[in-house]
């Protein structure tokens, strides 16, 4: 998992409340991920960011936002837009732009009830 | 967009045997081919990856082959043993300047070695 960490390693939420996932880094990375992995589907990318205050959408972007207004940290907001919520989260990070070797973190558990 | 195939979805070897998993890839300007490794309730750990200008990578008891012209590669595990067994992802990206890397992955296999 290297020095990036996620929490809560699990996180129960209401339908319809938004709830925000953490992801910090301690590698001086300047990218970062987020995917979202369901059972026999592989690891999709919903946001990346290439550097600080810089984000773009990945192929399932829809009903979640970001942020990175630090270097170390890149948040992910599941909205109530979002339909099935219910997934593992991971969050990656890759040393600069030309080095393509992602890290992920542990990963965090959202269950919508 | 780039569209990454794995197969087998399910592998299982006896300890000491050999693994194979195979992916393909369909963007042919991919140069970028990491696998990871998934234990239960964990983030994928990569384990070995290979660029395009080689055609083969070895790291011990795990190796990787591309064939550029098929766009397909592999993942070879050889003398496996029970802590081997997890789950593997293949993915793949173009490398390019100025550009985050966009990893596109496989559906997964899961590898059990028994004993």
């Known amino acids: 998992d290297g020095g990036i960490t996620q929490s809560p390693k699990y996180l129960f939420r209401k339908e319809g409340q938004n709830v925000t996932l953490s992801c910090e880094q301690n590698?001086?990375?300047?990218?970062m991920y987020w995917y979202r992995q369901d059972p026999g589907q592989g690891l999709r990318l919903i946001y990346y960011s290439q550097i600080v205050n810089d984000f773009q959408k990945g192929d399932i972007a829809e009903g979640y936002s970001v942020s990175r207004e630090k270097k170390e940290s890149f948040p992910l907001t599941v909205t109530s837009a979002q339909k099935n919520p219910t997934a593992f989260y991971l969050c990656?990070?890759?040393?600069?732009?030309?080095?393509?070797?992602?890290?992920f973190g542990p990963g965090t558990r959202l269950t919508v009830l | 967009g780039e569209n990454v195939e794995q197969h087998p979805s399910t592998l299982s070897v006896q300890e000491g045997d050999s693994a194979v998993i195979k992916c393909t890839y369909s963007d042919s300007a991919s140069n970028y081919f990491p696998w990871y490794k998934q234990e239960l309730g964990k983030g994928p750990q990569l384990i070995i990856d290979?660029?395009?200008?080689?055609g083969e990578k070895k790291d011990q008891r795990i190796a990787v082959t591309l064939n550029k012209t098929a766009k397909h590669f592999s993942l070879h595990i050889t003398e496996t043993q029970p802590e081997d067994s997890a789950v593997y992802f293949c993915?793949?990206?173009?490398?390019?300047?100025?550009?985050?890397?966009?990893?596109?992955f496989g559906t997964g296999t899961r590898l059990q070695v028994t004993l």
């Open positions: 290979i660029r395009s200008n080689v």
């Open positions: 990656a990070s890759s040393r600069d732009r030309d080095r393509h070797t992602q890290y």
């Open positions: 993915a793949a990206s173009k490398l390019g300047a100025g550009t985050a890397s966009k990893l596109t």
């Open positions: 590698l001086n990375h300047d990218a």
